[in-house]
């Protein structure tokens, strides 16, 4: 493949094309935390969401009446 000599042809990056840097890993499933993502944190330990949060406290969702 030849190179172009058009000084045009290559535009410089989009930032926007950029994925944002990580920053840290979630606690209970170390899935990777990004800049500007929403995240749980308790007491400085940061969770992807509130499911991985609620495992790793070892809570569950249930109907209210049906707790045995």
Do not use: K, W
């Amino acid at each position: 493949m030849q190179a172009s000599l058009d000084r045009f042809a290559y535009g410089l990056p989009d930032p926007q094309e950029q994925e944002p840097p990580q920053v840290a890993q979630c606690t209970y499933c170390s899935e990777a935390i990004y800049a500007d993502d929403e995240v749980t944190d308790v007491e400085g330990e940061l969770f992807c969401n509130d499911a991985c949060f609620r495992r790793h406290v070892g809570g569950c969702i249930v109907r209210a009446g049906d707790v045995v």
